[in-house]
């Protein structure tokens, strides 16, 4: 889940003030880890303090995201789901916004198959985003890592999207000077998509994705996420990345990649 935390902190400082070319400083001190990152962590902490057959994800997905949200209360969350992070009878709220695509990526690393991958994704993404395209959002990234980690091919990957979640008819060089900031799944996901498709490296997807403007760390994060599967992450940038973390975090961290790594043995 490196890589949707590196697209988030790479596009943190763009998210309100666009930056439309790829020329741009990768880090900086202006960087932070945003709600993406806090949101990512806390569904990887749900998955691995839940049952084998998932039967408590849901339960375990609403306990982590508050518990850990509310301790980042500055993270920038949506105002609908700020509030939902301190009800006391927490319930999903029919949101089609992109945070449950942000947050998904632990889902596809984590999952054994890709019909778990994509169990999973709804699964996290419902508690909250249980409006379709919400639910969308979340399994085609989910479903995307999954098959990037197993090395699909890119066109494999593509057709898969394609034919089961979002056919994607648009370049980045065709958007990037009329796109506008948008919180949906349905106008954000296929975007990390394409960033992800005319990419040739990590590095290179997640500065595709700076580049076409709108909610930049998102956009970012998601792209992030897929291309860390597919491509991995080169470990300056990963070593850099997580010095934006604090203690807390970089333990969540460091006990999701052992859990993975436990998982493949």
Known sequence: MIGAIIGDIVGSRFEFNNYRKKDF????????ATDDSVMTLAVAKAIMESKPDYSDLADNTVKYMQLIGKKY???GYGTRFGRWLYLDEPEPYYSWG??????????GFAAKTLEEAEKTAEITASVTHNHPEGI?????????????KNNSSMDEIRKYISDKYYKVDFTLDAIRETYQFNESCRDTVPQAFESFYESTGFEDCIRNAISVGGDSDTLAAIAGGIAEAYY???DNIKIKALSYLDDFQTEIFNEFNDYINKSEL
Not at 25 to 32: A, H, L, P, T
Not at 98 to 107: F, H, I, T
């Open 73 to 75: 209360p500055d993270a």
């Open 98 to 107: 992109n945070g449950s695509a942000m947050r998904v990526s632990p889902c």
């Open 232 to 234: 991995g992450v080169p």
């Open 136 to 148: 969308t959002g979340a399994q085609s990234v989910a479903a995307a890592i999954y098959m990037a």
């Open 25 to 32: 400083d990768f880090f900086s001190n202006e960087c932070f």
